[in-house]
C-alpha cells in the first residue's frame, strides 16, 4: 500500500456514520458530535434503521440509499451485524471502513474478522480495525472519534497500539495543548497496519514527529526496515509498553540466554533512531520539543536564570544527561558582560539575579541567540514580588517567534498558579515549557539525540571464505546435527578472517604428539565429541602442555576420563591447539529474536559472563560506527582502555571481529546462535579461543 492510497482514509470528503445513535452519551452519538464539532467540511451521512435526525442531521436507514459518494464510513453497530454493515459499505463504494466495534479476534472471534476484510475487499475497500476509537486527522479536519472533542491541530502524529490508552492522549494532549496532525489506534490490525499508517504519515507534509505507543512487535525487523524510509526530519518517539523479558527458551548460546527482549528493543530502537521515553510523561515532553525546535547547531548550551539555585540544579540535570554546557569565558563575557549586573554572574549558568524581568530577560536571550558559539539555550525563571510576570511571557513568545526556527529555546518556570499559568499558556504556543528543571534539561537531551549523526555506511569488501563455511555448514547438517564442533566452529571463524591460535585434529598419540611439536609448546588438549558439553568438568581439557611426556599423559588422561565419565560419548578425537597469553576475554555472539532476527552481542567474556550480563545488543548487520558505540557501552569498557596503567588494548580489532560476524550471520541466515567466548584482546591484535555455533537445519 502506498501513501496515497491512504489519502481518503485521512482527508475523505464526505463520511458515513452506520449506527449514529440518537442517544447522547452513546458512542454513535459522540462520533457523530465530535464529527460536526471539529469543523469537518464535508457531508455527515448518520445511518441507522430507525432513520429522523440526529444533531440536525437527516438519518438514512440504511447507506445504499445515500445518494451521493462516501469516501469514509465508521462502523459503531454491535459486532452481531458489523460484518453486514462493512458490506453494505463496501457494495456502496465506500473507500475506507473505520471499525470502532469490539469483540473480534481479540475475543477469539477471528472468522468474523476474516470474513468482515474479504467482504471489503471484494469491493476494494480497506478497514481500520476492528476494535479502534477512530481517527482524527488535521488534514480534513475531521474528529471522528469518541475521545475528548477538543483536540488541537499541530504537527505531532500519535500512533496508538491501544485504544484505551489512544483516548487518554487525546485528552493528554489536549491538556498539554500539544498540536496533532493525527491520532489513529490501529486496533486488530485486521487490514490496515501501523507500517501502512506510518508510511502515510512520513509523507503527510504536516506531521514533524511521530509518538509512538507499542504494546508488542511481531515483526520488529520491519519496522526498522521502514523506520529508514521516514524524511531525516521527522522524529519519532516510541514508549514501549512491558518491560519483560522474553520466556526460557531453549538457546545453547550466552548470546541467546542473555538476549531478554527489552534490551533487544532499546538496540533496535537505538538503531533505528527511535527516541525510546520510559515514561508517558517523558514521551510527551520530548515530543513537544522535538516539534517544536530545530536542530541545534552545536553542542554549546547556555543556562540563563534568576536564581542561583535552579542554575546548579539545570547544571547538574546537563551532566547526568551529557548535555554539554558552554564554557569559553571568552564567549560569555563578550556575550553577557554587559547585561549582568555586578553582582550577578557571566559564567554558565549565567545569572541575571533575583529582580531580572522580562526585559532583562530579553537583552540576555537575545545576546545569546545572536552569538554563534551558542547553540542552545535553557531559560529558566524563579518567581519574586520584585517583577511582574506578564512582560516576561511576552518575552518568551517575542524570542521564540523571532528566533525559534533558528535557535532551540527551552523554558522552565518554578513557582505558584502564576508561572503554571504561563506554562499553560507558551506550551499552547507551541514553545517546550516545563514545571521541572529536569523535564526541560531531559527533553533537551531528546531533542541532540533525535538529531544525533545517522549516516549510513558503505559495507566493507571483506576476505571472506564463503564456500569453506558453507561446506562446514553442509557437512554438519548432513550428519543430521545442529551443532558444530569446537573444531568445525573454529574453521568456520579461519574462513570469516579472524585469528585463531593454530589447532588439529589428533586420533592417536603419536599424532598428538608430532603435532605439538609443529605447533610449538605450550599447547592446549581438548577432547572432540558433541556428547560432552561441559568438557572442563570431566577432565576433557588440560592447559599448559609443555612437552612431549605431558601430551602423552595428557592424551591417556583425556580419553580416560571421558571414558569414565561419559561412557556412551562418541569421541572424534583430541584437539590440539597453541595456548595464547593472558589479555582481556571479551564475548561476541549471534542470536535469532522472534521479532527481530539476527542480533548481535559484545560484553565482557570468560567463564563468568551469565553472571555479570555486562553485554550490549544490536540488530545485525550492523555498521562499524555502530559497533564502536556498541562497544563503548558496556561497564568494563575501561579494561580495554587500560586500567591502573594497563595498556590500551586493540579496540579496532575487537570491532573488526564484530564487524566479520555480523557479516558472517547476515550471509548465513542457517547459524541460528553463535558465540565467541572468549575473545581475547591484546595491545595488538584479539584471538578466537573458543567457539560455539548452532545452525537451524531446513526441513
Ligand atoms: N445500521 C445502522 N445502525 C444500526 C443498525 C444497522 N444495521 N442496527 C442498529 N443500529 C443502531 C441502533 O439502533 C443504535 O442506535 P440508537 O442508539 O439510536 O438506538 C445504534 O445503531 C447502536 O446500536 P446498539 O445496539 O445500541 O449498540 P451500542 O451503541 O450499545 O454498541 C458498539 C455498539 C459501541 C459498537 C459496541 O458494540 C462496541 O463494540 N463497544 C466497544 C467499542 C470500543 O470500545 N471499541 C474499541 C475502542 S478503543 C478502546 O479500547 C477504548
Known amino acids: 500500500m502506498t501513501e496515497a492510497d491512504l489519502k481518503y482514509l485521512f482527508s475523505p470528503r464526505h463520511v458515513a456514520v452506520v449506527g449514529a445513535s440518537h442517544r447522547e452519551g452513546k458512542i454513535g452519538y459522540t462520533v457523530?458530535?465530535?464529527?460536526?464539532?471539529?469543523?469537518?467540511?464535508?457531508?455527515?451521512?448518520?445511518?441507522?434503521?430507525?432513520?429522523?435526525?440526529?444533531?440536525?442531521?437527516?438519518?438514512?436507514?440504511?447507506?445504499?440509499?445515500?445518494?451521493?459518494?462516501?469516501?469514509?464510513?465508521?462502523?459503531?453497530?454491535?459486532?452481531?451485524?458489523?460484518?453486514?454493515?462493512?458490506?453494505?459499505?463496501?457494495?456502496?463504494?465506500?473507500?475506507?471502513?473505520?471499525?470502532i466495534t469490539s469483540g473480534f479476534s481479540e475475543i477469539g472471534n477471528i472468522d468474523a474478522e476474516r470474513e468482515m476484510v474479504k467482504k471489503a475487499r471484494e469491493h476494494g475497500m480497506r478497514i481500520l480495525g476492528p476494535n479502534v476509537f477512530g481517527l482524527y486527522s488535521a488534514s480534513a479536519p475531521i474528529n471522528a472519534t469518541f475521545g475528548p472533542s477538543k483536540v488541537r491541530p499541530g504537527n505531532i502524529a500519535v500512533i496508538s497500539q491501544s485504544g484505551a490508552l489512544g483516548i487518554a492522549m487525546i485528552g493528554k494532549t489536549a491538556e498539554e495543548n500539544m498540536g496533532l496532525s493525527t491520532i489513529v489506534s490501529i486496533g486488530n490490525k485486521a487490514d490496515i497496519t501501523e507500517a501502512d499508517i506510518m508510511s502515510y504519515v512520513f509523507n503527510d507534509d504536516i506531521t514533524k514527529v511521530i509518538f509512538l505507543y507499542i504494546e508488542g512487535l511481531e515483526n520488529g525487523r520491519e519496522l526498522m526496515e521502514l523506520v529508514k524510509k521516514k524524511p531525516d526530519n521527522m522524529k519519532i518517539v516510541a514508549i514501549k509498553a512491558g518491560k519483560s523479558k522474553v520466556g526460557a527458551r531453549a538457546v545453547a548460546s550466552h548470546t541467546g540466554s542473555l538476549a531478554g527482549s527489552d534490551k533487544i528493543f532499546d538496540a533496535a530502537f537505538k538503531q533505528a533512531g527511535i527516541l525510546r521515553a520510559e515514561s508517558l510523561e517523558d514521551g510527551f515532553n520530548w515530543v513537544a520539543t522535538l516539534a517544536a525546535c530545530p536542530k541545534p547547531a552545536g553542542k554549546n548550551v547556555v543556562i540563563i536564570t534568576n536564581g542561583g539555585g535552579i542554575g546548579v540544579l539545570a547544571a547538574d540535570a546537563c551532566e547526568k544527561y551529557g548535555v554539554g554546557l558552554m564554557n569559553d569565558m571568552e564567549v560569555l563575557n563578550k556575550t553577557f558582560g554587559d547585561v549582568i549586573p555586578k553582582f550577578g554572574s557571566y559564567k554558565n549558568p549565567v545569572d541575571l539575579t533575583g529582580q531580572a524581568g522580562g526585559d532583562d530577560y530579553k537583552e540576555a536571550l537575545e545576546k545569546a541567540l545572536n552569538e554563534e558559539d551558542i547553540h542552545a539555550i535553557i531559560a529558566l525563571y524563579c518567581q519574586t514580588d520584585m517583577t511582574p510576570l506578564e512582560p516576561l511571557k511576552n518575552t518568551f513568545r517575542e524570542m521564540q517567534r523571532k528566533y525559534g526556527n533558528r535557535k532551540p529555546i527551552i523554558y522552565s518556570l518554578f513557582g505558584g498558579e502564576g508561572t503554571d499559568k504561563i506554562i499553560e499558556e507558551l506550551k499552547g504556543d507551541g514553545i517546550p515549557a516545563f514545571y521541572d528543571v529536569e523535564d526541560a534539561v531531559s527533553s533537551l537531551n531528546a531533542l541532540y539525540k533525535a538529531h544525533e549523526d545517522g549516516k549510513k555506511e558503505k559495507r566493507e569488501s571483506l576476505d571472506i571464505d564463503e564456500s569453506r563455511i558453507k561446506k562446514v555448514i553442509e557437512n554438519v547438517a548432513g550428519d543430521g546435527r545442529t551443532q558444530l564442533l569446537g573444531t568445525e566452529a573454529k574453521e568456520v571463524m579461519v574462513a570469516v578472517g579472524l585469528d585463531v591460535p593454530p589447532f588439529k585434529v589428533v586420533k592417536n598419540i603419536e599424532h598428538a604428539v608430532n603435532t605439538a611439536e609443529e605447533i610449538g609448546y605450550p599447547v592446549v588438549m581438548k577432547v572432540i565429541s558433541e556428547d560432552i558439553v561441559h568438557k572442563t568438568d570431566i577432565g576433557g581439557v588440560l592447559l599448559d602442555i609443555d612437552n612431549e611426556k605431558e601430551v602423552i599423559e595428557g592424551y591417556e588422561a583425556i580419553i580416560r576420563n571421558c571414558r569414565q565419565y561419559a561412557p556412551n560419548a562418541n569421541i572424534r578425537g583430541v584437539e590440539i591447539a597453541k595456548m595464547v597469553p593472558d589479555g582481556v576475554e571479551t564475548i561476541v555472539g549471534i542470536t535469532t529474536d522472534p521479532s527481530f532476527g539476527k542480533v548481535m552481542m559484545f560484553g565482557l567474556g570468560g567463564i563468568y559472563v551469565e553472571v555479570l550480563k555486562d553485554v550490549v545488543f544490536r540488530v545485525a548487520p550492523v555498521s562499524k560506527r555502530e559497533i564502536s558505540k556498541m562497544v563503548r557501552e558496556i561497564n568494563s569498557y575501561s579494561l580495554l582502555t587500560g586500567v591502573r596503567g594497563e595498556s590500551?588494548?586493540?579496540?579496532?580489532?575487537?570491532?573488526?571481529?564484530?564487524?566479520?560476524?555480523?557479516?558472517?550471520?547476515?550471509?548465513?541466515?542457517?547459524?541460528?546462535?553463535?558465540?565467541?567466548?572468549?575473545?581475547?584482546?591484546?595491545?595488538?591484535?584479539?584471538?578466537?579461543?573458543?567457539?560455539?555455533?548452532?545452525?537451524?537445519v531446513k526441513k
Do not use: H, W
Not at 442531521?57 to 445504499?64: E, N, P, Q, S
Open 648 to 696: 590500551r588494548k586493540d579496540i579496532d580489532s575487537v570491532i573488526d571481529t564484530i564487524y566479520r560476524i555480523g557479516i558472517l550471520a547476515d550471509k548465513f541466515p542457517e547459524i541460528s546462535e553463535l558465540d565467541i567466548n572468549p575473545l581475547v584482546v591484546y595491545e595488538k591484535g584479539a584471538k578466537v579461543l573458543d567457539a560455539r555455533i548452532s545452525i537451524e
Open 32 to 99: 457523530m458530535k465530535n464529527i460536526i464539532d471539529s469543523g469537518y467540511n464535508g457531508k455527515v451521512y448518520p445511518v441507522n434503521p430507525k432513520g429522523g435526525e440526529i444533531l440536525g442531521k437527516k438519518v438514512y436507514r440504511d447507506i445504499l440509499s445515500i445518494n451521493g459518494s462516501v469516501d469514509l464510513a465508521l462502523i459503531i453497530v454491535p459486532a452481531s451485524i458489523a460484518v453486514n454493515a462493512v458490506e453494505e459499505c463496501a457494495k456502496k463504494a465506500v473507500k475506507f471502513a473505520i471499525v
